[in-house]
């Protein structure tokens, strides 16, 4: 399997459950980032991890919480979530050189709905 | 801090009409600029990028040109189809640490037969 790829690709879950976004890059990245994307609203970063090592935590309330085991995995586990987190989770890698950036490759994200 | 602001949709052609997308941005140093698109129940796909000024990204029949003097990204197409229906975002990075993207906005792109 090639790219960026996201399990599960919907997911419907109550208030009180646990639960784990999935993301595989295939790419040979060395960095991997979560984005929520609402409606009428710009992208939002949430995380990224740098050689699986996290470098940006963009206010994201607790109830979310990122691993990112080894530089080919990320996941994003979920407790106790609120209807208004509700959102597509994107995620994306990108392969990151000092001699200047080549693009972010997203994954096909996971449409969240929070009952 | 990094911004950027792309023209409000939605924006709605016929199919072949010349299309362009406004992008300007606002950057301390150089960053490299970027345009993504996002199909119907997709994630965003890398469309082209530029990464220095006067630099001209193309991709299937896109262009834009890195403006310095502007701050801008515009998107052009010559000739549109049904199948370039979608949401268009411009977005900039800055160039060290990590790849933090700044998005726009995004423009809904709509291709009528």
């Known amino acids: 399997e090639t790219g960026v790829t996201q399990t599960p690709r919907h997911l419907v879950m109550g208030m009180t459950n646990k639960k784990s976004l999935k993301c595989e890059q295939h790419?040979?990245?060395?960095?991997m980032y979560w984005y929520k994307q609402s409606a009428k609203k710009p992208l939002e970063l949430m995380f990224v991890y740098s050689l699986e090592e996290r470098v940006e935590n963009n206010s994201v309330p607790s109830r979310f919480s990122p691993e990112c085991p080894n530089s080919s995995h990320l996941f994003l586990h979920l407790h106790t979530l609120q209807p208004e987190d509700s959102a597509l989770y994107l995620c994306a890698s990108s392969h990151y050189e000092a001699s200047g950036s080549f693009g972010q490759f997203f994954g096909p994200g996971t449409r969240l709905t929070v009952l | 801090g990094n911004s950027v602001t792309q023209m409000e949709g939605p924006v709605t052609l016929s199919e072949e009409a010349f299309l362009t997308i406004n992008c300007t941005y606002t950057?301390?140093?150089?960053?490299?600029l970027f345009w993504y698109v996002q199909y119907p129940g997709e994630g965003l796909q890398l469309l082209l990028k530029a990464t220095k000024a006067d630099d001209k990204g193309s991709n299937k029949g896109f262009e834009a040109t890195y403006r310095k003097e502007t701050t801008s990204f515009h998107l052009e197409k010559g000739s549109v189809q049904v199948s370039d229906s979608a949401v268009y975002f411009c977005?900039?990075?800055?160039?060290?640490?990590?790849?933090?993207?700044?998005f726009g906005t995004g423009t809904r792109l709509t291709i009528i037969p």
């Open positions: 977005a900039l990075s800055r160039n060290f640490g990590n790849e933090k993207l700044t």
């Open positions: 790419l040979g990245h060395n960095a």
């Open positions: 950057a301390t140093g150089y960053p490299s």
